[in-house]
């Protein structure tokens, strides 16, 4: 035992002694802090963490590793500096200055970062991810929010005291004295030195954030990882190739099990080709009626009162729900709006990696647009910030919706052609970071329906709302209950819809146009497991279809939405979507896709099949209607190769281009 202390006296003595000495504090600050933020996240998910003794020393372990290569990976250069920086020169003003500038940029991003973490952990339950990628990429509309969801000033003040303390603390230990005063030879700078320089690439090329995910328990997973690691790792593969990561069935199986699920009573399929999935649909006495499509952000089933929710925030979607159509088990393909989107316009699964919409090459794909398009409904996309964020104009641009947004500058792509209206400024009565408020934006959905019903043209509208987003800011004196807050903002988009529909009452186009109410995601997705069906929980309406109010209870994707909207109105189509009239679908066959960038997952009855990056299949047994799961002793292979199929032939579909429409597709 004495040898050993002797050992780590001496060690420590080598290491502090030496021109290296604030480099090695650094690291040691910067590991310590990766396991405070552990520790709290940890704590903080405590309901939903599997908290054995062998997962906590293996999460606190694997998570050191990964602490102790990110803070290598800060200071590599800086190391290489101390070893190459002439002897002479030790000391000077350049060495001081060239020091000071590097940790001061270092601890800049070491404790911005550390920070970011905490707001990220409590949206989302995770580390960073591609989500954080995109928010990097789309600067204006993330620190406009920060700003207006954070005292920004005081932000940097508090970032500015923690390096100021740091430096305090790195000249009380001596560090920097010795930094500054040790004028070693290059051999011995070569020796203390020569260790982080060779394991710090080393490290960084076998380590990889799949190695963190020791467990089934998404909590333990997370906590295991470092935000910066998993930031970079996010940036390298926000693609994810279905054939090379993903469990696979053969191609003639895949479309196989695909067609033979597809299928509803009222369908038949056009042609017998093997990968052909057009079908044609048999309806009756079409109508033709406007439809006004009001997507709410963030709208989770569990902000409804007709759901439980006792705190009387949407007492006009409730209202509404009444005399509507009222979908009252659907679920959210995603956690991201652009998923929403692509569910709602494209009624396909979740395939991995980003959405199609932020996709290169999403022009002209087989969307319900094609649909619109055939009857001369005139599709606008409605967006109450700059539809550049997330691609969003060029996805709905390339599809022949007509754009209404904030616009600040921002064009579409030169291969879209396609009308683009500017929101006025004398239109906006309030905007925060995100676009206007919600009211401002069903004006201009209310202007354009005016246009269209002079012009004697059907309308379909996509309004996407952005109000019940952080910072939660909207105008004063609409509600009663404080800005800034969640709550305050559900109640306020609720209030919002309210004016909506009166206001729509009084135009001579009310009586002939259906309102469908849905969201396109929920607030929050964080929980025990990496997919928590829950979480995906969203209400929908269809209001003012001249039908009785009817409950729909059975289990429906968001993918099937619009094709049982279109199914009420009894339209004649053909359709190469993956969505179904769920009252055209047979009792038993009901199935809900569910999924993030990496792990993708089918609901059907009582049983989550999920499939994830590493080519596994694993199944849920669903306990009850909050989402509870354990995981089932046996593999029901009818559903794992239902979930493949569906999977595995839309991201084939999209990345060989046969998601287009009929003569876009590229010729064999």
Request: aromatic content about 14%; hydrophobic content about 40%.
């Amino acid at each position: 035992m004495a040898d050993r202390k002797s050992f780590l006296s001496k060690a420590w003595s080598i290491v502090h002694n030496s021109r290296y000495a604030s480099a090695w504090m650094l690291l040691l600050i910067y590991v310590a802090l990766c396991f405070v933020i552990r520790l709290t996240f940890i704590v903080w998910s405590a309901n939903d963490a599997q908290l054995s003794v062998l997962n906590l020393i293996r999460a606190f372990a694997t998570g050191f590793v990964f602490d102790f290569t990110v803070g290598l990976s800060f200071l590599f250069i800086y190391f290489l500096y101390l070893l190459f920086f002439p002897k002479k020169w030790i000391g000077s003003v350049v060495d001081k200055v060239i020091t000071y500038s590097y940790f001061s940029l270092i601890l800049f991003i070491i404790y911005f970062s550390l920070i970011a973490e905490i707001p990220f952990w409590e949206e989302f339950g995770i580390r960073f991810n591609f989500i954080a990628v995109d928010y990097l990429i789309y600067t204006y509309e993330v620190v406009a929010n920060i700003n207006q969801s954070y005292p920004l000033p005081l932000i940097i003040a508090f970032l500015v005291m923690l390096i100021v303390l740091t430096f305090f603390m790195l000249k009380k230990t001596g560090s920097l004295k010795h930094t500054f005063s040790e004028h070693d030879s290059f051999v011995k700078r070569l020796t203390t030195g020569i260790i982080p320089i060779v394991i710090t690439p080393i490290f960084l090329f076998y380590l990889n954030n799949k190695q963190a995910e020791f467990s089934e328990n998404a909590v333990m997973n997370e906590v295991s990882k470092n935000g910066v690691f998993s930031f970079f790792a996010a940036f390298r593969s926000n693609e994810l190739d279905y054939d090379a990561f993903y469990p696979k069935l053969s191609q003639s199986e895949a479309y196989s099990v695909l067609k033979k699920d597809l299928l509803q009573d009222n369908q038949q399929y056009i042609r017998s080709g093997e990968e052909d999935i057009i079908r044609k649909t048999v309806g009756s006495e079409e109508l033709r009626p406007n439809i006004v499509m009001v997507v709410i952000e963030s709208l989770s089933a569990e902000f409804l009162g007709l759901f439980g929710n006792s705190a009387n925030l949407t007492p006009n979607y409730d209202s509404l729900a009444k005399q509507s159509i009222f979908f009252t088990n659907l679920y959210a393909t995603g956690t991201r709006t652009v998923r929403g989107m692509e569910a709602l316009t494209l009624c396909v699964p979740p395939t991995p990696g980003n959405s199609i919409v932020r996709r290169p090459n999403n022009q002209k794909l087989f969307s319900i647009a094609t649909i619109l398009k055939q009857r001369n409904y005139q599709p606008y996309f409605i967006y109450g910030g700059d539809g550049y964020f997330d691609n969003m104009n060029n996805f709905f641009g390339g599809q022949g919706f007509t754009i209404v947004d904030r616009n600040r500058g921002n064009p579409l792509s030169d291969n879209i052609e396609t009308q683009r209206y500017n929101i006025p400024e004398n239109d906006i009565h309030f905007e925060n970071a995100w676009g206007v408020c919600d009211e401002d934006i069903y004006r201009q959905a209310l202007k354009h329906g005016d246009i269209s019903y002079k012009a004697n043209r059907p309308f379909f509208q996509f309004i996407m709302t952005t109000s019940n987003h952080k910072p939660y800011t909207f105008p004063e004196g609409t509600i009663d209950l404080p800005q800034g807050e969640r709550n305050s903002a559900v109640k306020y988009t609720d209030y919002a819809l309210g004016q909506l529909i009166q206001q729509a009452r009084t135009k001579p186009w009310f009586n002939n146009t259906i309102f469908v109410v849905v969201a396109d995601h929920c607030a929050s997705s964080a929980g025990k497991w990496e997919i928590n069906i829950d979480k995906h929980h969203i209400p929908a309406i269809f209001y003012n279809l001249k039908q009785p109010h009817q409950t729909i209870d059975r289990l429906t994707s968001q993918i099937d939405l619009l094709p049982t909207l279109f199914g009420y109105l009894n339209w004649n189509y053909d359709t190469e979507l993956y969505g179904k009239d769920i009252n055209k679908t047979k009792e038993g066959d009901e199935r809900a896709f569910i999924g993030n960038y990496r792990t993708l997952g089918m609901l059907k009855g009582k049983v989550f099949t999920q499939i994830d990056d590493r080519k596994r299949v694993v199944q849920f047994d669903v306990i009850d209607r909050k989402g509870t799961m354990n995981v089932s002793s046996n593999k029901d292979k009818k559903l794992t190769d239902q979930t493949i199929s569906y999977y595995q032939t839309a991201s084939e579909r999209f990345k060989n281009g046969k998601m287009k429409e009929q003569g876009e597709r590229p010729q064999n």
